[in-house]
């Protein structure tokens, strides 16, 4: 039986945090000084800047870092966000078409972007690549001027952080090499976005930034800050920036385009941020309905290891229906999208599995792909469509039946009588939960004394053990409640009624 000590212990054990005062420092990346130096010279020279973002919640980030940087000092600079649709992930030979520039920063991509760069060195422009994902090979690099990536840096000490993350990094080593008084700390409301969005593990150094940064949100010190504080009306965590503010930055890109996302974040007053606030959550609730209109046409085959569907999908959300589908049965997927050229899609995985590296061991059938051990993207032509779910089956093979386990961080049964607001106190100290530092979960027996139906399939309970009574909610269960359950759940708040609960996650 666990008790709120031996919580505090487990939870205590099981996190890397660092003061703020000991983040690694900006020049243990490889190549920042030559970067930042470059970029100290393009300045001096009243140079054409152009920072190349992505439209995911991290390149958004990125590049509003990067813009909110640079116009402190500086005017000839311009923010570029490929369309999805047309231009395609990050910076390509398509997307250089419509770019005029002596100095080129790609930010939260470029790491793979080896024809690109070959377009630079014939134009004569100088391209610095700042990336967080998986390189090909630390060997086979992209042909620019300067690449900024921890995966490409041994000396840097912590490999998962997320592309602004690096941006951040880059503007530090600027400030440094320009003198300038530009105070980072305004940037770490929105790197704690990023970080939580890209999913990051929060131990370490995302940990303590997002520590920072979610207590600068929370003050609303800016007008993308107010808007959402506003729309919410509480106290933002982990879990609410990883499922509510998360996917409507998201959506902009995956339905629309991700520069409304951009000028939220860069939003100038109160009223424009919470216009284009409402905006993005009218798109978020498009997203979910093409989303859901897609899962119900897809068959899966459930003999197969590893899920390929392809379709006439929206390109937009292939990455979120491949993550539904990871859920629901346990397997790597790739979900691809129809296109002229053939299939564009996007992969998710779990546990153990390393879908970057199988989807690399495929790179002879592939026109394009990137990522990194729990996501990817791919293109191909249809022609070797056959041969990918014929490869990927096989390879996954070589896992164990334990590797595509997804942890449940269920951390024992836990007594009633240990349940109360000093348990509370301790669980929050241990904030931010997400991908490192996952929320914890606990078991236990009881009798249902009360039930209630919220709405729908939504219930509150009143749980009885030992003399001990607790308030219990569940949500989309469509059954009868026994009159003892065991059950699985964690530990939360009811800031309306003031009270302790315990949120069920399943009957067991």
Request: one cysteine or more; proline letters at 3%; charged letters at 30%.
């Given at each position: 039986?666990?008790?709120?000590?031996?919580?505090?212990?487990?939870?205590?054990?099981?996190?890397?945090?660092?003061?703020s005062?000991?983040?690694?420092?900006?020049?243990?990346?490889?190549?920042?000084?030559?970067?930042?130096?470059?970029?100290?010279?393009?300045?001096?020279?009243?140079?054409?800047?152009v920072?190349?973002?992505?439209?995911?919640?991290?390149?958004?980030?990125?590049?509003?870092?990067?813009?909110?940087?640079?116009?402190?000092?500086?005017?000839?600079?311009?923010?570029?966000?490929?369309?999805?649709?047309?231009?395609?992930?990050?910076?390509?030979?398509?997307?250089?078409?419509?770019?005029?520039?002596?100095?080129?920063?790609?930010?939260?991509?470029?790491?793979?972007?080896?024809?690109?760069?070959?377009?630079?060195?014939?134009?004569?422009?100088?391209?610095?690549?700042?990336?967080?994902?998986?390189?090909?090979?630390?060997?086979?690099?992209?042909?620019?001027?300067?690449?900024?990536?921890?995966k490409?840096?041994?000396?840097?000490?912590?490999?998962?952080?997320?592309?602004?993350?690096?941006?951040?990094y880059?503007c530090?080593?600027?400030?440094?090499?320009?003198?300038?008084?530009?105070?980072l700390?305004?940037?770490?409301?929105?790197?704690?976005?990023?970080?939580?969005?890209?999913?990051?593990?929060?131990?370490?150094?995302?940990?303590?930034?997002?520590?920072?940064?979610?207590?600068?949100?929370?003050?609303?010190?800016?007008p993308?800050?107010?808007?959402?504080?506003?729309?919410?009306?509480?106290e933002?965590?982990?879990?609410?920036?990883?499922?509510?503010?998360?996917?409507?930055?998201?959506?902009?890109g995956?339905v629309?385009?991700?520069?409304?996302?951009?000028?939220?974040?860069?939003?100038?007053?109160?009223?424009?941020?919470?216009?284009?606030?409402?905006e993005?959550?009218?798109?978020?609730?498009?997203?979910?309905?093409?989303?859901?209109?897609?899962?119900?046409?897809?068959?899966?085959?459930?003999?197969?290891?590893?899920?390929?569907?392809?379709?006439?999908?929206?390109?937009?959300?292939?990455?979120?229906?491949?993550?539904?589908?990871?859920?629901?049965?346990?397997?790597?997927?790739?979900v691809?999208?129809?296109?002229?050229?053939?299939?564009?899609?996007?992969?998710?995985?779990?546990?153990?599995i390393?879908?970057?590296?199988?989807?690399?061991?495929c790179?002879?059938?592939?026109?394009?792909?990137?990522?990194?051990?729990?996501?990817?993207?791919?293109?191909?032509?249809?022609?070797n469509?056959?041969?990918?779910?014929?490869?990927?089956?096989?390879?996954?093979?070589?896992?164990?039946?334990?590797?595509?386990?997804?942890?449940?961080?269920?951390?024992g049964?836990?007594?009633?009588?240990?349940?109360?607001?000093?348990?509370?106190?301790?669980?929050?100290?241990?904030?931010?939960?997400?991908?490192?530092?996952p929320?914890?979960?606990?078991?236990?027996?009881?009798?249902?004394?009360?039930?209630?139906?919220?709405?729908?399939?939504?219930?509150?309970?009143?749980?009885?053990q030992?003399?001990?009574?607790?308030?219990?909610?569940?949500?989309?269960?469509?059954?009868?409640f026994?009159?003892?359950?065991?059950f699985?759940?964690?530990?939360?708040?009811?800031?309306y009624?003031?009270?302790?609960?315990?949120?069920?996650?399943?009957?067991?």
């Amino acid at each position: 039986m666990l008790t709120k000590d031996k919580i505090r212990r487990i939870l205590s054990n099981r996190i890397e945090e660092l003061s703020s005062l000991n983040l690694p420092h900006f020049s243990l990346l490889n190549d920042i000084t030559k970067a930042s130096l470059r970029i100290k010279k393009a300045v001096e020279k009243k140079e054409k800047i152009v920072v190349v973002g992505d439209y995911d919640v991290d390149g958004v980030v990125s590049s509003s870092i990067m813009h909110l940087f640079f116009k402190n000092f500086y005017d000839n600079f311009e923010i570029v966000i490929p369309d999805r649709f047309d231009e395609g992930y990050g910076l390509s030979p398509k997307l250089l078409e419509r770019i005029k520039a002596d100095l080129i920063i790609t930010v939260d991509n470029g790491i793979t972007s080896f024809e690109a760069a070959k377009i630079c060195k014939e134009k004569g422009i100088d391209l610095i690549i700042t990336d967080h994902h998986t390189p090909v090979s630390c060997d086979n690099l992209p042909k620019a001027y300067a690449i900024v990536n921890p995966k490409t840096s041994p000396d840097f000490p912590f490999k998962e952080i997320c592309g602004a993350e690096v941006a951040w990094y880059l503007c530090a080593a600027l400030k440094h090499q320009m003198k300038l008084n530009t105070d980072l700390r305004e940037f770490l409301d929105m790197l704690s976005i990023a970080v939580i969005a890209d999913v990051m593990p929060l131990t370490h150094m995302n940990r303590t930034l997002v520590n920072m940064g979610l207590k600068r949100l929370n003050r609303a010190l800016k007008p993308f800050s107010a808007a959402i504080k506003r729309f919410f009306q509480k106290e933002l965590k982990s879990e609410d920036i990883a499922f509510q503010v998360a996917p409507r930055l998201n959506a902009a890109g995956r339905v629309s385009h991700a520069s409304l996302a951009f000028r939220f974040l860069i939003s100038q007053n109160d009223e424009e941020a919470f216009k284009l606030w409402l905006e993005l959550d009218g798109i978020n609730n498009k997203r979910k309905e093409i989303e859901k209109n897609i899962l119900e046409q897809i068959k899966i085959d459930e003999s197969d290891g590893f899920l390929v569907v392809e379709g006439d999908f929206h390109e937009g959300v292939v990455g979120i229906i491949a993550s539904r589908l990871v859920h629901r049965y346990k397997k790597p997927a790739i979900v691809l999208s129809k296109t002229a050229e053939g299939y564009k899609g996007s992969g998710r995985s779990l546990g153990n599995i390393d879908i970057f590296e199988m989807v690399e061991e495929c790179s002879d059938i592939l026109e394009g792909f990137g990522g990194h051990k729990m996501a990817c993207g791919l293109k191909l032509k249809e022609k070797n469509l056959k041969f990918l779910k014929e490869k990927l089956n096989e390879k996954v093979k070589k896992y164990q039946k334990e590797d595509f386990y997804i942890e449940d961080f269920v951390l024992g049964e836990l007594p009633f009588k240990e349940i109360d607001y000093d348990l509370y106190e301790i669980l929050k100290e241990f904030e931010p939960y997400g991908e490192g530092n996952p929320k914890p979960k606990f078991t236990a027996e009881a009798k249902v004394e009360y039930v209630y139906n919220l709405k729908d399939n939504h219930y509150k309970l009143v749980l009885s053990q030992e003399d001990c009574f607790l308030p219990a909610v569940i949500f989309n269960f469509d059954e009868d409640f026994e009159e003892y359950i065991k059950f699985k759940f964690s530990v939360g708040f009811n800031d309306y009624n003031n009270e302790i609960q315990l949120i069920i996650e399943e009957i067991l």
